[in-house]
């Protein structure tokens, strides 16, 4: 480990924002690879109060001692090691504590409530669980006596598998924490490129004049995981590549294109803004899904080079499953903004790349003057990467250098890499940002629940019509962009996706 590290003091340091942090499932996959790492970020930078203390719980019968070596352990290998320093673990190894705690039984949850005895401090509760316990939870801490009137709740996606389950998890939450205090993660929310995406859109009048039908021509949005399924076989066929990461991901990425400008940055604006975007989108009818959105479920085929299984293949698979692994749409947003601009959505598992990007295709000038041969050139693109690098590029055209190239066009882009340009500063995770957000009591990076459940009416219409149509998904193989269908889907409309290898 490198030398100790002098924390800078930050916006919250040892100010009143001081938490009592309980983390249900503590010694599961998303805490260990992502809520811990990035609580360690916030305390080396200064961003944890002096007073915050986190509490792990698990089923497993550890105690403080075994938990905080397994965070030890974490940390190793999640932290690079010239950001690991012992000034840092030993205060953040100080705040952890451990109980071991069955959440489908009430009896033990009076051990939260002996742990907060005497704290003025409020409680966050993050429930790194299955959402099937949501409810159970909420409703153990209340009868506990262990809510206060400023505790907060964080939950996680999927929230339900459709509208009905996610309307009665959401009513089970809301018995216990007003939707003043619940928090509902996406992680993409919490990315420094979409937070870009905000300032892009509503701080530069050269977008903001432009951001229309009059001006773009249609936007695409690809979230392809090199991945297959990672030992989640059982849950992932009960939900679908559309559940996963439509439902959620997509559409959310989707508002933030769309949506009209708010009021301003307080987290009601946001939010109404984009379920007015939810409520446009135009439903697909039994002719327009055959059309317009292709299912797909991956076979064998290589990965790097390597040989992958078939998701029927997979390990615990169900050989007649049709359960989706990908999806692709044309969809629109019906209104006075976006009419006649399609947006082509695709995600997928077992895909040539780990890639999650936003193109924003401009119109080409109403009189071409140049090149006939390069007429295909002439339009602007811009290009907003997620992963695996963030950045944001715009495609723009000039004369292409040399005496004989005449008034020959070449594009290139006017680029905007964050680890180029801000090489010294190190590009925070998106959990880190959320969980200062949830600390400060601010909640515009979060999804209300009337957001969540316009995504899911939307999407339950979709899965309702592949079931009346009996529409079996079409096989790619592993390391592919997807069916040969999402490509004619689109060559069907005289465009193409964008690939930026």
Not at 69 to 90: A, N, P
Not at 425 to 437: G, K, N, V
Request: hydrophobic residues 40%.
């Amino acid at each position: 480990m490198s030398q100790s590290h002098d924390a800078q003091t930050g916006a919250l340091g040892d100010s009143h924002h001081a938490i009592d942090l309980v983390i249900f499932g503590a010694l599961g996959d998303l805490a260990q690879r992502k809520l811990l790492p990035a609580l360690y970020h916030l305390d080396r930078e200064g961003l944890l109060s002096a007073d915050t203390r986190i509490m792990g719980l698990a089923r497993q019968n550890h105690d403080v001692v075994a938990f905080q070596k397994q965070v030890s352990k974490t940390l190793s290998t999640r932290i690079k090691s010239d950001e690991q320093d012992e000034q840092t673990l030993t205060r953040f190894f100080r705040r952890l504590d451990y109980r071991s705690l069955d959440f489908s039984q009430p009896e033990g949850f009076s051990a939260i409530r002996q742990w907060r005895e005497g704290s003025l401090r409020p409680m966050v509760v993050y429930l790194s669980v299955g959402a099937k316990l949501y409810g159970d939870i909420s409703h153990h801490l209340s009868e506990s006596g262990s809510i206060g009137e400023e505790d907060r709740v964080v939950v996680e996606k999927p929230i339900g598998f459709d509208l009905a389950s996610s309307e009665a998890i959401n009513d089970a939450i809301g018995r216990v924490f007003p939707e003043s205090r619940i928090y509902r993660i996406d992680h993409y929310l919490g990315k420094e490129t979409v937070q870009n995406l905000i300032a892009l859109r509503f701080a530069n009048p050269l977008f903001g004049t432009q951001w229309n039908q009059n001006h773009i021509s249609h936007v695409e949005i690809t979230v392809a995981e090199k991945v297959g399924i990672e030992g989640r076989w059982g849950y992932f066929d009960e939900a679908g590549q559309l559940r996963d990461m439509v439902q959620n991901h997509l559409l959310q990425l989707v508002c933030l294109i769309a949506m009209d400008p708010p009021a301003n940055l307080d987290a009601d604006a946001i939010r109404d803004e984009k379920v007015k975007v939810l409520k446009a989108l135009k439903p697909f009818t039994g002719e327009s899904i055959g059309r317009d959105v292709v299912r797909g479920q991956y076979i064998a085929g290589t990965t790097d080079g390597q040989p992958v299984p078939g998701y029927l293949e997979e390990e615990g698979a169900n050989a007649q499953s049709q359960t989706e692994t990908f999806v692709a749409m044309k969809t629109q947003v019906a209104n006075w903004r976006w009419a006649g601009v399609p947006f082509y959505l695709r995600t997928g598992k077992r895909m040539p790349e780990k890639l999650s990007q936003i193109v924003i295709h401009f119109r080409q000038q109403p009189h071409y003057i140049f090149d006939p041969d390069q007429r295909d050139l002439a339009a602007n693109k811009l290009i907003i990467r997620l992963q695996p690098e963030e950045g944001m590029a715009l495609q723009v055209l000039t004369k292409d250098s040399g005496l004989d190239k005449g008034m020959r066009l070449r594009p290139g882009p006017l680029h905007l890499d964050f680890n180029s340009a801000f090489p010294k500063s190190r590009i925070p995770d998106a959990y880190e940002r959320l969980l200062l957000e949830v600390m400060k009591g601010q909640q515009y990076l979060f999804v209300r629940r009337d957001e969540v459940e316009h995504a899911w009416r939307w999407c339950d219409q979709l899965i309702d019509g592949w079931k009346t149509r009996e529409m079996p998904p079409r096989r790619y193989p592993a390391g592919s962009w997807g069916p040969v269908a999402s490509i004619a889907m689109i060559t069907q409309d005289g465009r193409s996706w964008y690939e930026d290898y």
